[in-house]
């Protein structure tokens, strides 16, 4: 692709759902030996879609879209494992219906609610909680220009999944009631059963040693929501427990602590005011959002 060399491409496969090319492990990419018949594209810039369009293409691809934008939310921080992000959501509008947008780090400023925009370079992505298609910021190529509205009258926007499923709410941790300690497999990641300086994982069969590493935790923390002064359970594991401690320990990496069993559940019992975003239904921790004690 840097030299913008003619190639030839065999043993590949065609989608017809989505009308892509796909790349296989045997797919045999060779050099052209005489110049092609036709001109080589300067820009692969995708065409305008539309939002019902979208919903049927597959996840990673990169689209173009004119939309208007309701429901801006406000800014939010979240922790990933590259640092701290700021991103901001909002429900995109067309004349063919209405899907999410997120937009990161240096695009949460661009867009303004009620206005209308055309959208280059947003990546199709697919929510893994509720399977959901929505439009996420590319890292690279983004852009977005208001343009005139549209002429037609617009759907309502309708109710994503995840907002019916899931509540965001500022928390106190007041009790909790069990911490549970478990290995997880080096190699694919799932619970293992067994004690011992070695256990082999019974769904990759790979037999492994045991290191601080491996470890990993998951509670059932009693909580209380700091506006409505609600009550109730919620189970943590060890992905939502790791982002409350580094949140909430000064001075203290959370992995240094995370084999400490009564450390951990003096720490918790600590965080008296973090926005955490839950699963109604299945009473599960989704995301740490904020840590309003700093």
């Not at 979208?54 to 990169?62: A, C, Q, V």
């Not at 173009?64 to 309701?70: F, G, I, Q």
């Not at 955490?276 to 989704?286: N, P, S, T, V």
Request: charged share 25%; proline share 3%; net charge negative.
């Amino acid at each position: 692709m840097a030299n913008r060399s003619p190639v030839k491409v065999t043993k590949h496969e065609y989608n017809e759902r989505y009308h892509n090319i796909v790349i296989k492990n045997t797919t045999s990419v060779s050099d052209m030996s005489h110049p092609l018949d036709f001109a080589r594209a300067e820009s692969i810039s995708p065409s305008v879609s539309t939002i019902s369009t979208i919903k049927t293409t597959s996840p990673h691809e990169l689209v173009s879209l004119k939309a208007s934008v309701n429901h801006l939310s406000g800014t939010k921080t979240i922790n990933m494992n590259n640092g701290i992000l700021k991103k901001r959501s909002c429900m995109l509008q067309d004349t063919t219906g209405t899907i999410e947008a997120v937009f990161w780090e240096e695009w949460i400023d661009i867009v303004e609610n009620e206005k209308t925009y055309m959208f280059t370079n947003f990546r199709v992505k697919k929510n893994n909680y509720t399977k959901e298609v929505y439009v996420n910021t590319a890292k690279d190529g983004f852009q977005a220009e208001e343009c005139e509205p549209f002429e037609q009258i617009l759907p309502d926007v309708q109710p994503k999944i995840a907002d019916i499923a899931t509540k965001q709410a500022t928390v106190s941790i007041i009790g909790v009631k069990s911490l549970t300690k478990y290995n997880t497999c080096s190699g694919c990641g799932r619970k293992m059963e067994g004690n011992g300086k070695t256990v082999k994982c019974e769904t990759c069969k790979l037999k492994q040693r045991i290191s601080p590493e491996s470890i990993s935790w998951y509670a059932c923390l009693f909580l209380q929501n700091r506006e409505t002064k609600e009550k109730f359970y919620l189970t943590a594991f060890n992905r939502e427990l790791t982002a409350l401690l580094e949140e909430n320990i000064e001075d203290v990496i959370a992995e240094d602590v995370i084999e400490d069993e009564e450390t951990i559940t003096d720490f918790l019992l600590d965080i008296d005011n973090v926005e955490i975003r839950y699963h109604i239904a299945k009473g599960k921790l989704i995301e740490v959002v904020n840590n309003l004690n700093i």
